[in-house]
Antibody, heavy 118, light 110 residues
Framework: EVQLVESGGGLVQPGGSLRLSCAAS????????ITWVRQAPGKGLEWVSV???????YYAASVKGRFTISRDNSKNSVFLQMDSLRAEDSAVYYC????????????WGQGTVVTVSS | QTVVTQEPSFSVSPGGTVTLTCGLT?????????PSWYQQTPGQAPRTLIY???TRSSGVPDRFSGSILGNKAALTITGAQADDESDYYC??????????FGGGTKLTVL
C-alpha cells in the first residue's frame, strides 16, 4: 500500500526548532517529488516546500531561510527542518507525493501538529 | 501579490449539481497552471480529486469533473450526495516549483 506517515510534531517555544519526518512506503521517495503543505487551525491549505527527484528544492516566501527540506533515500523519507519558529508557523503539517509530470499531489499523509507557543 | 480566489461557501441540494470556481486576483487561470482540486472533511487529511485540470485521481467517482470556465478553473459535482459536504481547495502551479492554494470553499449539502 502506498502510504506517507508524518512524525516529529510537538510544542516548541518561539525561536525554537523542530524536525518533521515523512516516511514513505509502497514507493521510493527518490522517484517522486515530495511536498510539505500546512494548515493553521481553522484556516486553509498553505504550500510550504518541495523536493524534486533530481534534488531541486523550492520554498514558500513565508518560510524561506528558516525551513530546510531534505531527503534520505536509505530511510525512504523526507524531512523538514524548521528553525526560528514563530507563532504563525503553528499548523498541521502534511507531506504529499507528487503526480509525475502533472504538478499536483496524489497521496497525502495524515499530518503532524506543530504548536509554537511560550 | 496574486491571490487564488474561491467562493467561501456554497450550498447544493441532494442530487443537484454545483460548480465551484478557482480564480486569480490578477490574470486568468489556464491549463498552464495545472489546476488541481482537493476535498477535506474536518479532522482529516486532504484527498485529491482532480489534477491537470480534468484528470480524476484514482478511485474518484465520475460525478466529480474539472474544467476551465472562462478565466477560472472549475470543479463540478453532479448528483451531489450528503457525504460530499466538505471543504474544497484548488491548487495552482504558479511558477517553477511553486504552488498556491485557494482559501477553500465550504460546501453544504441540504
Amino acid at each position: 500500500e502506498v502510504q506517507l506517515v508524518e512524525s516529529g510534531g510537538g510544542l516548541v517555544q518561539p525561536g525554537g526548532s523542530l524536525r518533521l519526518s515523512c516516511a514513505a512506503s509502497g514507493f521510493t521517495v527518490s522517484t517522486r517529488y515530495i511536498t510539505w503543505v500546512r494548515q493553521a487551525p481553522g484556516k486553509g491549505l498553505e504550500w510550504v516546500s518541495v523536493i524534486y527527484s533530481g534534488g531541486s528544492i523550492y520554498y514558500a516566501a513565508s518560510v524561506k531561510g528558516r525551513f530546510t527540506i531534505s531527503r534520505d533515500n536509505s530511510k525512504n523519507s523526507v524531512f523538514l527542518q524548521m528553525d526560528s519558529l514563530r507563532a504563525e508557523d503553528s499548523a498541521v503539517y502534511y507531506c504529499a507525493r507528487g503526480v509525475v509530470a502533472k504538478n499536483a499531489f496524489d497521496i497525502w499523509g495524515q499530518g503532524t501538529v506543530v504548536t509554537v507557543s511560550s | 501579490q496574486t491571490v487564488v480566489t474561491q467562493e467561501p461557501s456554497f450550498s447544493v441540494s441532494p442530487g443537484g449539481t454545483v460548480t465551484l470556481t478557482c480564480g486569480l486576483t490578477s490574470g486568468s487561470v489556464s491549463t498552464t497552471y495545472s489546476p488541481s482540486w482537493y476535498q477535506q472533511t474536518p479532522g482529516q487529511a486532504p484527498r485529491t480529486l482532480i489534477y491537470n485540470t480534468n484528470t480524476r485521481s484514482s478511485g474518484v467517482p465520475d460525478r466529480f469533473s474539472g474544467s476551465i470556465l472562462g478565466n477560472k478553473a472549475a470543479l463540478t459535482i453532479t448528483g451531489a450526495q450528503a457525504d460530499d459536504e466538505s471543504d474544497y481547495y484548488c491548487g495552482l502551479y504558479v511558477d517553477s516549483g511553486i504552488w498556491m492554494f485557494g482559501g477553500g470553499t465550504k460546501l453544504t449539502v441540504l
